[in-house]
T-cell receptor, first 111, second 114 residues
């Protein structure tokens, strides 16, 4: 499986935008980029996914570089509830059905 | 309504005992999973079932045996518990076994082996 690299931790002020980067230089053409997050003491939850084009949903936006070797999850206005570990995961149709979680980025949001 | 539920939420037991964790999903999904999150917070897939059939079995000791009585349930039975089995176990489910479909996770079961 192609691997991803994320910063261990990031910090943001409440109500400011947050850009969480992810590098995936060995991404293949069939890899989808998925983001999940895990709030404290909870199970992971889906945030967003994309293949080539930028994507928006009610939770976040996903900006994908033109060469697809990196992507950025954007939280437009961070709230205290957004404090979580964010995982960038590549999913390939050939890699089966499981999510291959890395270490993720621990996001701290301060008031 | 809880989408993916697990029981119990906490489980404390002695080494050598046998225990089970139950998982149920009411989303109509046909694929279910068990993940293990260790003390260092790494999440790893253990098993995956699609339509009651085992499709992923990672390198997990055979003391762990998943059982899927129907598509809505995937239980995890653990024999001869060891200290290293202490972890948080998450059940998840997804609609169709597609790489683009989101997985829904349960709240987790914290297992402590003494």
């Amino acid at each position: 499986d192609a691997k991803t690299t994320q910063p261990n931790s990031m910090e943001s002020n409440e109500e400011e935008p947050v850009h969480l980067p992810c590098n995936h230089s060995t991404i293949s053409g069939t890899d989808y980029i998925h983001w999940y997050r895990q709030l404290p003491s909870q199970g992971p939850e889906y945030v967003i996914h994309g293949l080539t084009s930028n994507v928006n949903n009610r939770m976040a936006s996903l900006a994908i570089a033109e060469d697809r070797k990196s992507s950025t999850l954007i939280l437009h206005r961070a709230t205290l509830r957004d404090a979580a570990v964010y995982y960038c995961i590549l999913r390939d149709v050939n890699s089966g059905y499981a999510l291959n979680f890395g270490k993720g980025t621990s996001l701290l949001v301060t008031p | 309504d809880t989408a993916v539920s697990q029981t119990p939420k906490y489980l404390v037991t002695q080494m050598g005992n046998d225990k089970s964790i139950k998982c149920e999903q009411n989303l109509g999904h046909d694929t279910m999973y068990w993940y293990k999150q260790d003390s260092k917070k790494f999440l790893k897939i253990m098993f995956s079932y699609n339509n009651k059939e085992l499709i992923i079995n990672e390198t997990v000791p055979n003391r762990f045996s998943p059982k899927s009585p129907d598509k809505a349930h995937l239980n995890l039975h653990i024999n001869s518990l060891e200290l290293g089995d202490s972890a948080v176990y998450f059940c998840a489910s997804s609609h169709l076994a597609g790489y683009y479909n989101e997985q829904f996770f349960g709240p987790g079961t914290r297992l402590t082996v003494l």
